[in-house]
């Protein structure tokens, strides 16, 4: 039994995960990209609608 006020190391402590680290930072990336994407796309937009009205 482990007394509440003792701090317990989990670090060590194995833990099956269905998700890789690497897993998740992949998707982090694709997300943080089509994130990027969208933006750019949005603003580009924008940009030609703007010199658009200018004509």
């Known amino acids: ?3 509440s ?3 317990v190391d989990i670090r060590n402590v194995p833990y099956h995960s269905t998700i890789t680290e690497r897993e998740i ?3 982090r990336d694709f997300f ?3 994130a ?4 750019i ?3 580009v ?3 030609l609608n703007k010199d658009n009205n200018n004509d």
């Open 1 to 3: 039994m482990i007394n």
């Open 5 to 7: 006020l003792e701090k």
């Open 25 to 27: 930072q992949v998707l």
């Open 32 to 34: 943080t990209i089509r």
């Open 36 to 39: 990027c994407i969208i933006i």
């Open 41 to 43: 796309r949005e603003s």
């Open 45 to 47: 937009s924008i940009l």
